[in-house]
């Protein structure tokens, strides 16, 4: 029922930053619990960071703790990722989901096609 498009993508240097935007269509975005993940080459996919349907309540991986925030413009349908102080072990394909709670986005059916972030050392 929710659509999701990730952009902001792309090649930086460690050290350096990008934010990431997922752009939601639906006329329920507000009420959806959204998410971060990852996946990097030869990896599994792996939690980044979550955000309540409310912006109340966030959720980071301790990777990426102090680096990154997410946060959310329900106005706009769009959930962010900032990322500070890139490593190059950031360097990854990343994808926003959506779940009706935190706790069930891993499992939603409802995942953006992902945006690349290469960070070099």
């Known amino acids: 029922q929710v659509q999701l498009v990730?952009?902001?993508g792309g090649?930086?240097?460690?050290?350096?930053s990008l934010r990431l935007s997922c752009a939601a269509s639906g006329r329920?975005?507000?009420?959806y619990a959204m998410g971060w993940f990852r996946q990097g080459p030869g990896k599994e996919r792996e939690f980044v960071a979550a955000i309540s349907w409310s912006g109340g309540s966030t959720y980071y991986a301790?990777?990426?703790?102090?680096?990154?925030?997410?946060s959310r413009d329900n106005a706009k349908s769009?959930?962010?990722?900032?990322?500070?102080?890139?490593?190059?072990?950031?360097?990854?394909?990343?994808y926003c989901a959506a779940g009706g709670t935190i706790a069930t986005i891993a499992t939603s059916p409802y995942w953006g096609q992902g945006t690349q972030v290469t960070v070099s050392s």
Request: hydrophobic share 35%; no cysteine.
């Open 6 to 8: 990730e952009s902001g």
């Open 11 to 16: 090649l930086v240097q460690a050290g350096g």
């Open 28 to 31: 329920t975005f507000s009420r």
């Open 62 to 70: 301790d990777s990426v703790k102090g680096r990154f925030t997410i």
């Open 78 to 94: 769009t959930v962010y990722l900032q990322m500070n102080s890139l490593k190059a072990e950031d360097t990854a394909v990343y």
